[in-house]
């Protein structure tokens, strides 16, 4: 008996404290916000969206091998010693053609490792958050200035170079050809 009348004190206590808290919320001013016509400021360090400055691109791929699930892919081309690819913004003269530079920010896990190593801090994340699409591929963000048309024309430069190397090499007979 003594037990019954235990229960019934414990659940009338419980109920008692719950709707004091819902008592001490009632008078409270809510703090919904109306997205998308407000927004909420972020902290200063969130992570978001990768954004690369290519004209300040080195082609180091540093960014690209501390990726850890590899959202990065950068494709190069030597430029030639006498061509002229412009400077970055501290004055240090680019040595590659940056032919591709995509970022797949459907696999990307914002873990911001990409922005550390970089020696000239051309990638960095921005505070943009709202890049939701329907389709996949629309969240791979391309930062080449190259066209089809460039990259095809130094693929085939590039090529020819090889080719050129081999060539010399087969008739010099250096490492790596076959003795007869």
Known sequence: MVEYFKNIYEAVVTILIGMGVTFKHLFVPSVTVQYPKEKVELPPRSRMQLFVRIEDCIGCRQCERACPVDCIEIDLIKADKDED???????????????????????????????????????????DYEYAQEDRSNLIFQFSNYTAEQVAELQKREAEKAAARAAAKAKTGGPGTPAN
Request: contains cysteine; glycine residues 4%; charged residues 20%.
């Open 85 to 127: 690819l412009g400077l970055t913004s501290n004055g240090k003269k680019k040595p590659f053609h940056v032919i591709r530079f995509d970022i797949d920010m459907s696999k990307c896990c914002f873990c911001n490792l990409c922005t550390f190593p970089c020696p000239k801090e051309c990638i960095h994340m921005t505070p």
